[in-house]
């Protein structure tokens, strides 16, 4: 049985085939009808590792919407605005955990290795919060 999530999934991939149907636009080379396509590529902002995270996902388990904003030149864009959102959200939980956790200066002072794994525990549990509320959503 789908869940809602999947069944949802797939009524946006059907949609977005009709619209792609729809859109695209031919020229003519050497007797054969090529699709116009340009892929439209911003360098000026970094990707960084979420942004990877996503378009993997995308390729993986939304490969319409995944083909859609390539031929659209949308993909880079949105790449980057996910990394920026999973950067921000990184930066305000992991205080907020760390401070829960009791991770200090005195801690870090005192008991520098217990200070280092309580911090990597935070950042790996923010990850998990990234992930499940931006990357695969």
């Known amino acids: 049985m ?4 999947k069944i949802k999934h797939l009524q946006e991939d ?3 085939k009709e619209e792609q149907k729809m859109n695209i636009t031919y020229h ?3 007797g054969y009808l090529l699709p116009n396509i340009v892929v439209g590529c911003d360098t000026s902002r970094p990707i960084g590792k979420y942004g ?8 993986e388990h939304r490969p319409i919407l ?3 904003m ?3 030149g949308t993909l880079f864009e949105h790449l980057a605005e996910v990394e ?13 955990l760390a401070k829960a956790a009791g991770a200090t200066e005195a801690l870090k002072a005192a008991y520098p290795m ?8 935070c950042k790996a549990q923010a990850e998990e919060v990234i992930l499940q509320e931006i990357i695969y959503a």
């Open 52 to 59: 990877r995270m996503r378009r993997k996902y995308l390729q």
């Open 114 to 121: 217990k200070w280092v794994g309580i911090m990597n525990a």
């Open 2 to 5: 789908l869940n809602p999530r």
């Open 28 to 30: 003519e080379e050497n």
């Open 84 to 96: 920026d959102a999973a950067q921000s959200r990184l930066e305000t939980i992991v205080p907020a």
């Open 14 to 16: 059907q949609q977005l």
């Open 70 to 72: 390539v031929q659209d």
């Open 66 to 68: 995944f083909s859609v």
